[in-house]
């Protein structure tokens, strides 16, 4: 049987697994927007207690998780702190603003982790004529510094900086479990740190489709209407969430496993002439490699030629993702084509 190419684009391109898809056919499942459906209320029982938390909503994506949370924590016509390169902020279609009226306040970081002094200054009280900025937007893994882990203890901080400040706080989880594996830290340390946290399925933990929505009871009760609102209301979806739950229970172990063919990956490719690290060695699943003076369109193109297939994320930055269905050999594969892909580019 011929290989296909070797797919480092995200950690969404996962396939279900055979226990996911056994899951899916023999769910039992009801009406969602009635509150029927058992494996859906199973799913999230079980994620709320993961995070000692109240309560957990099924969303069909992370960016809905996203704006939902936003649009409860914050009113139209005020501002959200966030990172200069989150995902809320530069990857979700301006939905702060489209969807909810909130004003962004961008702010530039190392590596994902926003300074606390920083933030305390941003963080103001409606008055005078200016906005209030009363929402902190943090990320962990940070996507596009290179799936940085922010320690626990660091979001702790911006988390006491905001209560001092009168401010909500909304963890964009979408990888949150590759932190926890890279870092050891319990899941409900991060429980603690945010008002509500968004987790994803479909990424690291291989399920085909959902994210969850995680806080109090009561957020989550306005979470559900906000879900109707947007669109997101299911019906017999526990078709969907019993592949979440085989992903809960199954795969969070193995994430270590694409944290190490990260690691290896990103060795190779930075021995490469005119490539680096621009965010360091990865910490967990995600290698951003800069080829200096070369288009990284063009560093994809040619490596698509030899079967490989990773994505530009920025002008001269490549990124590799690693996930379950990439191996040992496809590392030793994207290893081998980059050299020549990078030689390529440079003569075009």
């Not at 893994?141 to 400040?165: D, I, Q, Y």
Request: aromatic content about 4%; some cysteine; glycine content about 10%.
């Amino acid at each position: 049987m011929t290989r296909g190419p070797s797919d480092f684009r995200s950690d969404t391109v996962t396939k279900p697994t055979a226990a996911m898809r056994r899951a899916m056919a023999e769910a039992a499942v009801g009406d969602d927007v009635f509150g029927e459906d058992p494996t859906v209320a199973e799913l999230e029982q079980e994620t709320a207690r993961l995070f000692h938390r109240e309560a957990s909503l099924f969303v069909p994506t992370g960016c809905m998780g996203n704006q939902i949370a936003a649009r409860l924590h914050a009113r139209p016509g005020e501002e959200a702190v966030v990172e200069a390169a989150a995902h809320m902020f530069d990857w979700e279609l301006a939905g702060l603003a489209a969807l909810s009226g909130i004003q962004v306040r961008p702010l530039a970081s190392a590596r994902g982790g926003l300074d606390p002094d920083l933030v305390r200054a941003t963080l103001r009280p409606a008055g005078g004529f200016r906005p209030r900025c009363g929402l902190l937007l943090l990320e962990n893994t940070h996507n596009f510094h290179g799936g940085a882990v922010v320690p626990v203890e660091h979001l702790a901080r911006l988390h006491a900086v905001a209560r001092e400040r009168g401010a909500r706080v909304h963890l964009d989880g979408a990888r949150l479990w590759n932190a926890a594996v890279a870092s050891g830290t319990p899941l409900p340390a991060y429980g603690a740190v945010a008002d509500s946290l968004m987790v994803c399925l479909s990424k690291g933990l291989g399920a085909p489709v959902g994210s969850m929505l995680v806080g109090d009871a009561a957020f989550v009760a306005q979470a559900r209407e906000a879900r109707k609102l947007l669109g997101g209301g299911m019906r017999q979806v526990g078709v969907l969430a019993a592949a979440g739950l085989v992903a809960l229970r199954t795969m969070r172990g193995r994430l270590a496993d694409d944290h190490a063919r990260a690691r290896r990956l990103a060795r190779a490719v930075a021995a490469v002439p005119r490539a680096s690290l621009p965010t360091g060695d990865p910490d967990t699943n995600i290698v951003i490699v800069r080829v200096e003076g070369v288009d990284a369109a063009r560093v994809s193109a040619a490596l698509k030629a030899r079967g490989v297939l990773a994505l530009p994320a920025g002008a001269d930055r490549v990124r590799f993702v690693t996930h379950l269905d990439v191996d040992d050999e496809d590392v030793a594969r994207a290893s081998a084509a980059f050299p020549d892909a990078v030689a390529d580019a440079a003569r075009a």
